[in-house]
Structures are given as C-alpha cells and as structure tokens.
C-alpha cells in the first residue's frame, strides 16, 4: 500500500477561521444589529449562496463580473464544450466560461434581494421591509480590511416612495452604533442633487468618470482627486467650481445655492429630523460609485480610526425591473461587518464579558465521583445555568488554563466529601475567594 502524502493544511487565501472567542464578538455585532432593525419592523430572510450567473452577471459592471466566483458544472464538462467546439484551445475565457460554468457564489445580497422579491412578489407584503445577513465572495486581491469571503448585513424597504424611509434608516445606523459605542459619522447625500451639481459646473459627458474619482477622496485626498480630473482633461473652470461645491461642508449654507432643487429638498426631509444630531452630517462630496442609487446615499465614517467605510447605502427605483419585475422603489442600507469588528477591536470596545458561555466548571477529583459530577451539572443546565464538567485526570494547573481560556466565572471541584455532603465549594477563577458549604440549590440561586 502506498504511504499517503501529508499534506500542511491551509486556507485558501482572502479567507478566515474564526475562534470561539472572535465568533462571540461578530455575533455581539450581528444581535445587536437584528435587535435594532427588529424594532423598526424589519423581518429576516435567506438566499442561496449559489445563484444562476444569468442572475449575476452583467449587474455589477465590467469589473464586478471578473470579481465573481464561477462554480464548474458538475460531470465531464469539458466534453460538452468539445461537442459543441472542435479547436477548445483557440476559445478566450470569455467564450469558454458559459459553456463550463451555469452558478456562482453571490457577490452581494441586493442582487438576490432583487431576484426574490420578483420571484416571491405574489407572498410578500409590500412595503417589504427585510433584512439578510449572510456571507458573500469577491475574486479581489486579499488585503487588509478586504477579503475574498465576507459577511454582508443588508437592510432594504421594497415598494415604497415616502422619504421618511431614508429617515427611519438614518436613525437606524444612528441607534445600531450608539449600542455598540462606536463614534461615527453618518454621511448623507442625494445622487440627485450631484447630477445637479454637475449641471451647474457643465460636466455632462465625462460625470460618470469623474464620480469614480472623486469617490476616492477619502483615499487619495483633495489633491489626489484634482490631479485625476486634471487627467480625465476637465478644465481648470471646471475643476475650480467642483472643489467649490464639494468642499462646502455645511448643508444650510450649501442648499441655498439650489434652494429651488426637488434633490435639495429630498436632502432637508432626511437632516431636518437631525439638526441637533452631530453624528448625521451632510456631506456634498459623497458620491457612492455603484450606478443604480438614484436619490439619498448613505456613507458611515469612523473619525477615530483609519479604517474606510463602516457601511453605506441608498435609494433605488428600477432594481427590480432587471428581473422583469414591475418598477418597485426601493432603499437600503449595509452594515460593514468585518470593518465594525475591526475597528472594535482596535478601539477596545468589546464588553469585556462578551466572550462568556459557560458559568461555572465542574472539576471531579478522581474518576470515581464522575458520574455524581455529571447529576450536579445536570441540574444547573435543567435551570438555565451553562455549566460543564472537565473530564480527565490533569494537574490543576492545566485545569486553571481551561477556565481562563474559555472565560469560565467560577470552579466547583468534587471529591469524596463533597459526594457524602451535598456540599460545595464555589470559587471565582479570577479572585480565587471562595464561598463554602454551598448546595446545589444555593449555586443555583447565586448564579442566576
């Protein structure tokens, strides 16, 4: 028989495990998320990580479909293509991947949201108020704060026009990181009142370029932008008036200059709800890349880390139309759910009980008192109490290191008099006091 080759396992790149001790983190994240937008009435739901590339391709512009994880069809595909293809070898990747490929991973969670509302439209109450967390994939370069598998939280308002949705979700980002004890600012603009600027200052065939760049603005800054719009051959008129416009960072001062504006006014109905909140802001230099937002966008900034974007979004009319679906307005926002824990991390904001699960550790001194240890922590998980008994003969140290490791609050060894008793010893495992002569009653009752 042949040896087998050992082989270091590894990840695939842009990837992550994660510890006991981080997944109690992110998921301090996600609750205190599902919590909020609970409150506001918004329902959860699921999607497949797998959709059809019809379903995908083609929505995320040129570069976005080179960024999606293609899946191969199942059995000898390549055999399919040569019966359809005689020279294989002469076929660009391009030509070739329809033939070898029908899934992919999901890029992002609007796209499925789009495809289930069309598909679902006749069993969803509308205005559809949803929610979806879940994981999606990106072919980009790994980096730091970038990976090729993420968790995205999506929160969208399908089917309705009122502005007092962008309203609600404002407030929602607002309460979300004011329970995490996060400072941010939350950046707030309307893709109709750029058009406008962009009017006014006579850029109309080379706007789309020109948004790209200035997007990158917190990047690249002020110089960096103007010395790329110098390259797309705006004039220095034009430039000039740009930078005017958008460095102008107080809203009561800059909608005068469009106080007739229907996009200024979308913009008053959203920060008039926010005057005496520092924390939501106007920004006129906002500009959110992606083509389909048609009014409000959102950007969340953290002014005390370097860390870009902690979330964003924005209104979009003709989503859903891409599916053959009826013209349905919808609005949403996004969580950056990787970044949140990062700069929680760096910031040192995590609770510090957050990694907590077990309560207490039995510890039975020899193996003869086990199966009585197992009836004790039975009767505090029968009341609701995470326990756990530590099976093996270690040295007490290694037993220490155990409950350290797990965060575990307290320590119950077991021995013979214990057994003949029915009483216990509760220790603290980081005061190392004690409190004797306990029952399991009275632990119980101390640790509820």
Same mark, same amino acid.
């Given at each position: 028989m042949?040896e087998?080759?050992?082989?270091k396992p590894t990840?695939?790149? *842009? /990837?992550?495990?994660?510890l006991?001790g981080e997944?109690?983190?992110?998921?301090?994240i996600f609750? /205190?998320?599902?919590s909020v937008l609970? #409150?506001y009435?918004?329902?959860?739901?699921?999607?497949?990580?797998?959709?059809k590339?019809?379903t995908?391709?083609?929505?995320?512009g040129?570069?976005g479909?080179?960024?999606l994880?293609?899946i191969l !069809?199942?059995g000898?595909y390549l055999?399919?293509v040569?019966s359809k293809k005689? $020279?294989?070898?002469s076929?660009?990747?391009q030509?070739?991947?329809?033939?070898?490929?029908?899934?992919?991973?999901?890029?992002d969670?609007?796209?499925?949201l789009a495809?289930?509302?069309?598909?679902?439209q006749d069993?969803?109450?509308f205005?559809f108020?949803?929610f979806?967390?879940g994981p999606v994939?990106?072919?980009d370069r790994?980096q730091?704060g970038?990976?090729?598998e993420?968790?995205q939280?999506?929160?969208d308002?399908i089917?309705?026009?009122s502005?007092?949705?962008?309203v609600e979700?404002t407030?929602?980002? +607002?309460e979300?990181f004011k329970q995490?004890q996060?400072?941010v600012l939350?950046?707030?603009?309307?893709?109709k009142l750029?058009?406008e600027?962009?009017?006014a200052v006579?850029?109309?065939d #080379?706007k *789309?370029?020109?948004?790209?760049?200035?997007d990158? $603005?917190?990047?690249?800054g002020?110089q960096g +932008?103007i010395?790329?719009l110098?390259?797309? $051959?705006?004039?220095?008129?034009q430039i000039d008036?740009l930078h005017?416009?958008?460095?102008?960072? !107080?809203?009561?001062?800059f909608k005068?200059?469009? #106080?007739d504006?229907?996009a200024?006014k979308?913009?008053?109905v959203v920060m008039?709800?926010?005057?005496?909140?520092?924390?939501v802001?106007?920004s006129?230099?906002?500009?959110r890349?992606?083509?389909?937002?048609?009014?409000t966008?959102?950007?969340?900034?953290?002014p005390?880390?370097?860390i870009?974007?902690?979330?964003?979004?924005g209104?979009y009319?003709?989503l859903?139309e891409?599916f053959g679906?009826?013209?349905m307005?919808?609005? *949403?926002i996004?969580?950056?759910?990787e970044?949140?824990y990062d700069?929680?991390?760096?910031?040192?904001?995590?609770?510090? !009980?957050?990694t907590?699960g +077990?309560?207490v550790l039995?510890v039975?001194r020899e193996e003869s008192?086990?199966?009585?240890t197992?009836?004790?922590?039975?009767?505090?998980?029968d009341a609701?109490?995470a326990a756990?008994?530590?099976? *093996?003969? +270690?040295k007490?140290?290694k037993?220490?290191?155990?409950v350290?490791q797990k965060h575990?609050?307290y320590?119950?060894?077991i021995g013979g008099n214990?057994?003949?008793?029915?009483?216990?010893?509760?220790r603290n495992?980081? /005061?190392r006091?004690?409190?004797q002569?306990?029952?399991?009653?009275d632990?119980i =009752?101390?640790? =509820?």
């Amino acid at each position: 028989m042949s040896e087998v080759k050992r082989i270091k396992p590894t990840l695939s790149k *842009g /990837t992550r495990d994660f510890l006991p001790g981080e997944v109690a983190k992110r998921n301090y994240i996600f609750n /205190t998320i599902k919590s909020v937008l609970r #409150k506001y009435g918004f329902e959860e739901i699921e999607t497949p990580a797998i959709e059809k590339l019809e379903t995908l391709t083609g929505k995320y512009g040129e570069e976005g479909d080179k960024l999606l994880f293609k899946i191969l !069809n199942s059995g000898d595909y390549l055999t399919e293509v040569r019966s359809k293809k005689t $020279e294989v070898a002469s076929l660009t990747s391009q030509e070739i991947t329809p033939m070898i490929s029908e899934k992919g991973l999901r890029y992002d969670l609007t796209v499925p949201l789009a495809r289930y509302v069309v598909q679902h439209q006749d069993d969803l109450a509308f205005p559809f108020k949803r929610f979806h967390i879940g994981p999606v994939w990106r072919a980009d370069r790994p980096q730091k704060g970038r990976y090729q598998e993420f968790y995205q939280c999506d929160a969208d308002v399908i089917g309705s026009n009122s502005l007092l949705n962008e309203v609600e979700l404002t407030k929602i980002y +607002v309460e979300v990181f004011k329970q995490l004890q996060l400072p941010v600012l939350v950046k707030v603009n309307n893709r109709k009142l750029i058009d406008e600027i962009f009017n006014a200052v006579g850029i109309t065939d #080379k706007k *789309g370029e020109a948004i790209t760049i200035i997007d990158k $603005e917190d990047k690249i800054g002020w110089q960096g +932008v103007i010395d790329q719009l110098i390259k797309l $051959e705006l004039s220095a008129n034009q430039i000039d008036d740009l930078h005017r416009f958008l460095i102008n960072k !107080n809203y009561f001062d800059f909608k005068i200059s469009f #106080k007739d504006s229907l996009a200024a006014k979308e913009v008053d109905v959203v920060m008039k709800h926010f005057d005496k909140d520092a924390s939501v802001v106007f920004s006129a230099s906002l500009m959110r890349g992606l083509d389909y937002y048609t009014g409000t966008i959102w950007e969340i900034a953290c002014p005390s880390s370097s860390i870009g974007s902690l979330g964003g979004g924005g209104r979009y009319d003709n989503l859903t139309e891409m599916f053959g679906g009826q013209n349905m307005s919808g609005v *949403g926002i996004s969580f950056g759910i990787e970044r949140i824990y990062d700069v929680l991390e760096e910031l040192q904001l995590f609770p510090e !009980n957050i990694t907590q699960g +077990v309560k207490v550790l039995f510890v039975p001194r020899e193996e003869s008192v086990e199966e009585f240890t197992f009836q004790q922590v039975q009767q505090l998980r029968d009341a609701g109490i995470a326990a756990e008994i530590f099976l *093996g003969n +270690v040295k007490k140290q290694k037993q220490f290191n155990y409950v350290e490791q797990k965060h575990i609050a307290y320590i119950v060894e077991i021995g013979g008099n214990e057994v003949q008793s029915g009483k216990f010893r509760l220790r603290n495992s980081q /005061t190392r006091d004690t409190e004797q002569d306990l029952t399991i009653t009275d632990i119980i =009752s101390r640790l =509820s």
